[in-house]
C-alpha cells in the first residue's frame, strides 16, 4: 500500500495506540536538549487528542522525564522519558523501569573522563540525564567530531561497563551510553501488552534510528510505522510525512473518528 493511502486508511480507523517520539518528530531541534520551550499550539493539539473517543495517546522520548512533563504538561496522556526507562503514566504514576542505584554510579565514574575529554571542544555539549549520558557533536566538523567520539566510545571500552547492564547508542554526530533496557522498542511491546485497547491499530511515528527500534516493534503487532523527514531505503518505515508540522497536520486529521 502507497504511504498515502496507508495514512488515509489510519483516518478510517475507529481505534488508534498512537505512539510519538518528541524532538525532529513533534517539534524542531532545539538548539542544546535542555533547552526547554513548551509549544502552546502543540499542547493544545494533544489535548485535543487525548479527549478524541477511541484514541491512546504516549509520547516516547529520549528526553528525560521532567523535560516532557514540563514540554508535556497534560494528564490523560502516558509520558516516557530516555526511551522508556521513566514513565509517566496516564494516572500520573511514575513507574522507573530498573533501580536508579544500579546504574548512576557507573555514569558517575565514566562523567569525570568524558567531561576532560572535551574540555577543548566548545562546540560538544555533554547532556547528563540521570540514566544516562549523552555527548553531541553536531557543531564541530566530521573528521573532530568522529575522531573525539570514538575516544569517548574508548574509554567506556577500557572501563569495561558491564554488557548486561549498558549499551552505547550512536547517531549523526552523536554518541551515548544508556541503561540497555532504554529501548524504544521494549517500551512499545511493554506498553502494547500491558495496557490493550482491544482492536486498535498501533502507530509509531518517529524521525531517527532510536525509533527504527519502535518501528519493528510495531510491526511485530500489525501497527503502521511512520518515518519524518526524508525517505532513506534503510528503514522499516511504511509511511512518511517530511516534517514536524506536517506530523501536526496528519494528527489534527485524527480527531474526528469515523462514524
Known amino acids: 500500500m502507497r504511504s498515502n493511502s496507508l495514512l488515509n486508511a489510519i483516518q478510517e480507523a475507529e481505534s488508534l495506540r498512537l505512539f510519538l517520539d518528541y524532538d525532529g518528530t513533534l517539534a524542531d531541534f532545539a538548539e542544546t536538549p535542555d533547552?526547554?520551550?513548551?509549544d502552546q499550539e502543540l499542547i493544545d493539539l494533544?489535548?485535543?487528542l487525548i479527549a478524541r473517543p477511541g484514541l491512546q495517546l504516549a509520547i516516547i522520548s529520549?528526553?528525560?522525564?521532567?523535560?516532557?512533563?514540563?514540554?508535556?504538561?497534560?494528564?490523560?496522556?502516558?509520558?516516557?522519558?530516555?526511551?522508556?526507562?521513566?514513565?509517566?503514566?496516564r494516572a500520573g504514576r511514575r513507574i522507573d523501569q530498573i533501580s536508579f542505584e544500579s546504574i548512576r554510579p557507573y555514569l558517575d565514574r565514566l562523567l569525570p573522563q568524558w567531561l576532560e575529554l572535551i574540555r577543548p571542544y566548545q562546540e560538544i555539549y555533554l547532556e547528563d540525564k540521570g540514566w544516562s549520558l549523552a555527548l553531541h557533536a553536531k557543531f564541530l566538523p566530521a573528521d573532530t567530531a568522529s575522531k573525539v567520539l570514538?575516544?569517548?566510545?574508548?574509554?567506556?571500552?577500557?572501563?569495561?561497563?558491564?554488557?548486561?547492564?549498558?549499551?552505547?547508542?550512536?547517531?549523526?554526530?552523536?554518541?551515548?551510553?544508556?541503561?540497555?533496557s532504554a529501548n524504544k522498542g521494549f517500551t512499545v511491546r511493554n506498553l502494547l501488552s500491558s495496557e490493550p485497547l482491544?482492536?486498535?491499530?498501533?502507530?509509531?511515528?518517529?524521525?531517527?534510528?532510536?525509533?527504527?527500534?519502535?518501528?519493528?516493534?510495531i510491526l511485530e503487532n500489525s501497527g503502521v510505522a511512520i518515518k519524518v523527514g526524508s525517505q532513506p531505503g534503510n528503514t522499516l518505515a511504511q509511511a512518511f510525512l517530511e516534517s514536524p508540522q506536517a506530523v501536526r497536520e496528519f494528527l489534527a486529521s485524527l480527531l474526528n473518528p469515523p462514524g
Open 198 to 217: 482491544q482492536g486498535a491499530l498501533p502507530i509509531y511515528i518517529g524521525d531517527d534510528d532510536k525509533d527504527e527500534e519502535a518501528f519493528e516493534a
Open 46 to 48: 494533544l489535548k485535543r
Open 35 to 38: 533547552e526547554i520551550h513548551p
Open 150 to 180: 570514538e575516544q569517548a566510545r574508548k574509554i567506556i571500552q577500557d572501563d569495561e561497563f558491564p554488557a548486561q547492564l549498558f549499551r552505547v547508542l550512536g547517531g549523526h554526530k552523536f554518541l551515548e551510553i544508556a541503561p540497555r
Open 62 to 89: 529520549g528526553r528525560r522525564l521532567d523535560h516532557i512533563r514540563q514540554l508535556i504538561p497534560l494528564q490523560g496522556i502516558l509520558l516516557a522519558g530516555t526511551y522508556g526507562i521513566e514513565i509517566l503514566d
